[in-house]
């Protein structure tokens, strides 16, 4: 006997997901325990809590000498309507194409 799994795409991951393992949002969206899982990690990090182990994006984890570092290495931005934590490699080209976002700030201007 053989089961059918409904799934359905997470509008922020684009990656389909068992039904069980996402929310509908009141928007109509649909967010995956994976994404809003990070979304939370951010908003609990910026808030006072504990340093996330890795890179939301390609999950290196931090190289960190001392909690002093965290400002340094870290980067919050807000990607796919959701806050995500990212390392300096992974938050580089998202910022190259959000010019719209980040094209008249100074971080855009030393990059």
Same mark, same amino acid.
């Given at each position: 006997?053989? $089961? &059918?799994?409904?799934? &359905?795409?997470?509008?922020?991951?684009?990656?389909?997901?068992?039904?069980?393992? &996402?929310?509908?949002? $009141?928007? $109509?969206? &649909?967010?995956?325990?994976?994404?809003l899982d990070w979304h939370c990690t951010t908003l609990d990090w910026l808030g006072g809590g504990a340093i996330?182990?890795?890179?939301?994006?390609?999950?290196?984890?931090?190289?960190?000498?001392?909690?002093?570092?965290?400002?340094?290495?870290?980067?919050?931005v807000p990607k796919d309507g959701i806050y995500q934590l990212l390392c300096e490699a992974c938050v580089r080209?998202?910022?190259?194409?959000?010019?719209?976002?980040?094209?008249?700030?100074?971080?855009?201007?030393?990059?």
């Amino acid at each position: 006997m053989t $089961g &059918v799994v409904v799934t &359905v795409r997470c509008n922020w991951c684009s990656i389909e997901k068992p039904e069980f393992l &996402v929310h509908r949002l $009141g928007s $109509g969206q &649909v967010i995956c325990d994976y994404c809003l899982d990070w979304h939370c990690t951010t908003l609990d990090w910026l808030g006072g809590g504990a340093i996330p182990r890795t890179c939301q994006i390609c999950r290196t984890p931090w190289e960190l000498t001392s909690p002093r570092d965290i400002a340094a290495k870290i980067y919050v931005v807000p990607k796919d309507g959701i806050y995500q934590l990212l390392c300096e490699a992974c938050v580089r080209p998202y910022t190259a194409k959000r010019t719209d976002l980040y094209g008249n700030t100074e971080y855009s201007k030393a990059a």
